[in-house]
């Protein structure tokens, strides 16, 4: 899998992305990721990729132009989706994780400012939301994507018993029971006995009464 990454910050990525799981899954070459600095095609000597509203109203808007020529200057695989990172997008979630993970590549536009040329839309396969809240851009939204659908990709968590169990694993109902570890005794809140006797068909039937469901949580 290859992600592109359409961005004004791209240092933004430099830590996040090249730690633990995703750094990893580079190294085996399982995922590609791949950062694209939009203001480099800006036209202009100031590099500027954003302008006032046409009618009015407040902040900057992203310009089309430079979005354009960098998603051009991009050599496109044949199973690839463009998203744009908007909050009037589709709500992001974990089936959207599984679906989005048997593609070649990804190409991930981030906003900034007051939002796009709405003629930028003209060139993206879907619009994602990953929540009903305001953010700065669209730079954290595009990390939380590339790690979710890079763990569902074969052989970058490396452990399939522990992913079939995670939160969400068995639809967007179910969030995993709970977990403990040592000490048995902390500040009076112990570890349930349960847990601790070694009966493993028991410990299983305790955890299977110990998993919620939130149906209205999306």
């Not at 908007?86 to 190409?107: C, D, M, R, V, Y």
């Not at 890079?150 to 995670?166: P, Q």
Request: glycine residues 8%.
């Amino acid at each position: 899998m290859r992600f592109d990454i359409l961005t004004i910050f791209p240092k933004i990525f430099d830590s996040y992305l090249n730690e633990s799981i995703l750094k990893r899954a580079q190294k085996k070459k399982l995922i590609q990721i791949i950062i694209h600095d939009f203001r480099k095609f800006a036209h202009d000597k100031h590099k500027q990729v954003d302008d006032r509203p046409y009618g009015g109203g407040p902040g900057m808007i992203l310009k089309v132009e430079p979005i354009y020529k960098c998603l051009k200057s991009i050599k496109r695989k044949k199973k690839s989706k463009v998203i744009l990172l908007a909050p009037e997008g589709k709500l992001f979630n974990q089936n959207l994780a599984k679906k989005f993970s048997s593609l070649e590549q990804i190409i991930l536009i981030c906003g900034r400012y007051e939002g796009f040329d709405e003629r930028v839309k003209k060139y993206v396969d879907e619009k994602i939301s990953v929540g009903p809240y305001v953010l700065t851009g669209g730079e954290l939204p595009a990390m939380t994507l590339v790690e979710a659908i890079s763990r569902e990709i074969s052989g970058v968590l490396g452990d399939k018993t522990s992913k079939e169990d995670e939160t969400y694993s068995k639809g967007l109902d179910y969030v995993e029971y709970p977990q403990y570890t040592r000490p048995r005794q902390f500040l009076g809140q112990k570890v349930p006995k349960i847990l601790l006797g070694g009966n493993h068909q028991k410990i299983e039937n305790w955890r299977k009464t110990k998993v919620k469901i939130r149906k209205k949580f999306y």
